[in-house]
């Protein structure tokens, strides 16, 4: 935001706010700021509350603060770093949001998000540090008057409630008659925001019961006939309000499972039919809809570009969208409004090439004419029209064009003016076909009939080996080319010295990935196949469809994109061929070609003359974790400790944060090496076998490092200074038995198992083993876990049995045919969640079966989220599902490099899961870490997702799903 002045305010004494004012909460070291937001306020006709008198703290003070904020429509948090350490600002929050009021945030500095409260971190702030003044003063005003008369009437009944407690609660201060009525009728339609307080129920309780003792009176004096008549009315009354609960319960329910049905066709419409759902009635089947729909969107805007089908759309790195239209214009849009409009010399025929940012480009016509365009927040100008042009290509970083034109000529431009004649080329007097540029424009490649030319400046020469080119494409180094001939067949090879990678038959398209590292083709029957370009891998990610008209790379190479005129764009992997998702949208409009906009966003056309721009999904986040895996490759993370440690039986521990960084502490060297936890545990390992140790794990609040040796001793280690050894447990020659270990929710005890020694149970303040548990018969223990108190273990006959922390009980909660495969347990213990093979079991406290699905491979790992609220399962084929507990409805499907054989919840978003990934050499343990977008309040989940909504309903489709005109209304932009 631009420096603001400092500015005087008028309300600078403590006294009570006046009607429909704003308070302002801020710290002394920011007056000027809050002094000038009063003064923008007032400008556009608005009060503002604020305190610019330096007070001391004192009894009568809090009281006058107090009532300031009970009569303040909202309060306005400046939040700075100062703010945040003021004890006085943080007494202003919590009566603000104590009285329910209505709140709203302004960050004026970068702070860190960890130190806001937790009921601002869900709010979306106004950013005074990037946004200009008036925007800054326009979108606080907007927030305020969100509903106002709803925070006007929750101002009023606060003050009056204010008022009654004060004067001890007499009666003759609780409302009456109609007043109460109103009330009522406030309170019945009350919601989040602002919500009632305690203090306001209260007062309107207090006031239907001295209206009932009233009503009583009455009755007294009546017959017993109007007596039984009253009684019938209030109880009609009743069972009228229950039967519009129910009537909304039901309905909500109806359009969450329309939601779940319109999910893989067109999730946009399940985002608006789960949104209403929850509107209607806030039931867990609607917050799982909700979440699961707007895990799928991917839409971030539309454009209305009117009736005509845009036949292609791009995307700018500035945010513009530069369209094409069948009516020949070429236009420009800038936040969903047309910025700027070119009239074409003829039809456009929709093919387009264009740099990595989308702002230069070459658009051809079906006149042959090559119109060179530039364009920059949505304003778009023709810079060049060339006629006569077969072929053309802008280089990645819009510094050279490149035209074939008819006449057999080459022609490159440096400006995006006129091009200039590319002398001395095709010697042997062949006409080119197709052009590409390297990313810098530097080198050149020119498709003929019979060869394929690359080179510098104006001297290309032809490729060793090359068949000739149609259409060809150049890496961004121009090491590696793609050509492919008229009849749809071609090849990948070498630039240096022809040597082919790999060839295709017929094919209606084919790209080359900028890095050069894969290339895709793909058939007229729908079929595409991914190949690695120098180990020849080959992956076939589709089979069978529509045709493939379109292939084409993201920026980086990782993800392949696929579409056509009658096809939803499907992405892929590049690296192994995994399906990301499906662009699933676009109900009643044939999609054109889509183009990969800069930033890696997909933006497609449709013929009903609207743009969509895509959100690619994210791929996770991965790192590679030490050398080759081994048997006691395993992963573990304490709750709250914002940190998770991957482990193999090569003896490094690795701690990362939730972003992927390493998180080691800093330290004197103690035996050299990376990591300071790492040399920690290396130092406190003297026996045979060093380095070698089986599993770990960091307590709840992260500050020590539990460590189970490979030859079955604990160690405990601190985390928060100089890494060092605390205490140790010695232990026993392993036996290469899966280890157990885990913290107590309270981190008083541990949880080990491991080698010769059976389950047992660590006190981390005597370092003595507590307890000790031996199964009856002669099953042992395959695993166990912390279940809230108890501890529960599955052994190796089928049983699933629980104890007490002391060992005691043994009380079989459930009985299997076979062993059981994983197991994890909510923290308090109310869920428990077993992996059986394919089979998903989700238990309660008890044992007793909640619900019970497949999945599509072995399960190798399960946990719960720290909450408990959402339940994870990884596969063996590295498939991820995110399930609401609730529920037990998926809400999210991912897909993982290698087998996932363990995962956990670092906190309640952000999920780890270790796999194998197949190397040529040996597999190779990665970490990867997702963010679940969904797996959040589901509160939150609404506001994003009603933030999402880019599609408006038609009558036609809004009667298809039940929504009334009001409901209707409310989702139209």
Not at 114 to 142: G, K, Y
Request: proline share 5%.
């Amino acid at each position: 935001m631009d420096a603001i002045d400092s500015a005087t305010a008028s309300e600078g004494t403590l006294a009570a706010a006046p009607a429909d004012a704003a308070f302002v909460s801020y710290s002394r070291a920011h007056t000027a700021f809050a002094t000038w937001l009063v003064s923008a306020g007032r400008a556009r006709g608005r009060t503002f509350w604020l305190d610019t008198a330096d007070i001391p703290p004192a009894a009568e003070w809090r009281g006058e603060l107090l009532q300031a904020i009970q009569s303040a429509s909202a309060v306005v948090f400046v939040l700075t770093s100062s703010w945040l350490a003021s004890p006085e600002c943080r007494r202003e929050f919590e009566i603000a949001r104590d009285q329910g009021k209505r709140l709203v945030t302004v960050r004026l500095e970068e702070i860190r998000y960890e130190d806001i409260p937790p009921e601002l971190r869900s709010l979306q702030w106004i950013d005074a540090v990037t946004m200009e003044s008036d925007a800054v003063i326009d979108a606080v005003l907007e927030a305020i008057d969100a509903d106002h008369e709803r925070v006007r009437d929750h101002t009023r009944w606060l003050v009056d409630a204010a008022r009654w407690q004060a004067a001890g609660r007499d009666r003759s201060h609780l409302p009456r008659g109609h007043e109460l009525r109103e009330a009522e009728a406030w309170l019945a339609t009350a919601g989040e925001d602002p919500r009632p307080v305690p203090l306001q129920t209260e007062y309107i309780a207090a006031a239907q019961g001295a209206e009932r003792r009233r009503r009583r009176h009455v009755l007294a004096a009546v017959s017993g006939f109007a007596a039984v008549a009253l009684i019938l009315a209030g109880l009609a009354m009743w069972q009228r309000h229950l039967a519009i609960e129910q009537r909304n319960a039901a309905e909500s329910g109806r359009l969450a499972v329309a939601s779940q049905q319109e999910l893989t066709a067109d999730p946009e419409i399940a985002l608006i039919l789960a949104s209403d759902a929850w509107e209607l009635d806030q039931n867990p089947r609607a917050a799982t809809a909700l979440r699961a729909a707007l895990a799928a969107s991917r839409v971030r805007e539309t454009v209305r570009t009117g009736s005509a089908p845009v036949l292609a759309a791009i995307s700018q790195q500035d945010g513009g969208v530069v369209t094409v239209g069948d009516d020949g214009r070429l236009r420009g849009w800038f936040h969903g409004r047309q910025a700027s409009s070119v009239t074409l010399p003829d039809a456009p025929t929709g093919v387009v090439s264009v740099d990595a940012a989308g702002d230069r480009g070459v658009l051809f016509t079906k006149g042959q004419h090559a119109l060179l365009w530039r364009a920059s927040a949505g304003m778009v100008s023709v810079t060049a029209d060339v006629p006569h042009v077969v072929d053309g290509v802008v280089s990645a970083d819009g510094s050279r064009f490149a035209l074939a034109m008819g006449n057999g000529q080459v022609r490159v431009s440096h400006d995006g003016t006129t091009p200039t004649p590319l002398r001395d080329f095709a010697p042997m007097g062949e006409t080119p076909r197709s052009v590409a540029l390297s990313a810098d424009g530097g080198t050149l490649a020119v498709g003929t009939d019979t060869r394929t030319w690359v080179g510098q400046g104006s001297s290309p020469v032809p490729v060793s080996g090359s068949k000739g080119a149609q259409d060809v494409s150049l890496s961004a180094d121009g090491s590696t080319v793609l050509e492919q001939a008229a009849v749809g067949s071609g090849q990948v090879q070498r630039v240096s010295d022809g040597q082919v990678y790999g060839t295709f038959p017929s094919a209606l398209s084919a790209t080359l990935a900028s890095d050069g590292r894969h290339w895709a083709w793909g058939t007229i029957s729908g079929e595409i196949t991914l190949v690695a370009t120098v180990t020849g891998q080959s992956y076939q990610v589709a089979r069978s469809g529509t045709p493939t008209t379109n292939l084409l790379f993201s920026s980086d190479g990782s993800l392949l994109l696929a579409g056509g005129p009658d096809a939803q764009p499907k992405v892929w992997q590049a690296s192994d061929g995994r399906p990301v998702g499906v662009l699933a949208g676009g109900r009643g409009a044939s999609g054109t070609v889509p183009t990969l906009a800069p930033g890696d966003r997909v933006v497609t056309g449709y013929s009903d003359g609207t743009v969509r721009v895509w959100a690619l999904p994210d791929l996770p986040a991965e790192v590679e974790v030490g050398p080759s895996p081994a048997e006691g490759t395993s992963l573990a993370s304490g709750p709250g400790a914002d940190m998770v440690t991957a482990y193999t039986s090569a003896g490094i521990p690795h701690l990362f944060t939730s972003a992927g960084t390493e998180a080691c502490t800093g330290g004197a060297d103690l035996t050299g090496g990376p990591c300071p936890i790492a040399r920690a545990v290396a130092a406190g390992m003297t026996e045979r076998l060093a380095l070698a140790y089986a599993a770990a794990a960091p307590s709840p609040d992260g500050t020590k490092l539990a460590v189970l040796g490979a030859d079955d001793s604990l160690m405990v280690f601190s985390t928060t200074s100089v890494p060092k050894l605390l205490w140790r447990l010695p232990g026993t020659k392993t036996t290469g038995k899966t280890p157990v270990l885990g913290w107590s929710r309270d981190g008083r005890k541990l949880l080990i198992d491991q080698a010769s020694q059976p389950l047992r149970v660590v006190d981390t303040t005597t370092h003595r083993v507590s307890a000790t548990i031996t199964p009856s018969g002669s099953a042992i223990v395959y695993g166990a876990v912390w279940a809230g108190d108890h501890i529960v273990a599955e052994l190796s006959d089928g049983r699933l049995v629980q104890y007490d922390a002391e060992g005691r009980g043994g009380r079989v909660l459930r009985r299997f045919s076979e062993p059981i495969g994983v197991v994890a347990a909510t923290p308090d213990g109310s869920r428990i969640a077993l992996g059986n093979g394919t089979t998903l079991n989700l238990l309660d406290a008890s044992g007793a079966l909640i619900k019970s699905y497949d999945e599509s491979s072995i399960i190798e790992a399960v946990g719960f989220s720290p909450q408990g609220d959402f339940l994870a399962t990884s596969t063996a084929e590295g498939a991820l599902t995110v399930t609401d507990v609730a529920t037990g409805e998926p809400i999210l499907t991912a897909a993982v490099s290698g087998q996932a054989k363990h995962l956990v919840f670092i906190d309640d978003r952000t999920i780890a899961v270790l796999g194998d990934v197949p190397h040529f050499l040996a597999d190779k343990p990665t970490l990867s870490l997702l963010t679940c977008e969904a797996c959040q309040d589901p509160q939150a989940v609404a506001r994003t997702a009603r933030a999402r909504i880019t599609l408006p309903l038609t009558p036609e489709m809004g009667a298809q799903w039940g929504l009334t005109t009001s409901q209707l209304d409310g989702f139209r932009n």
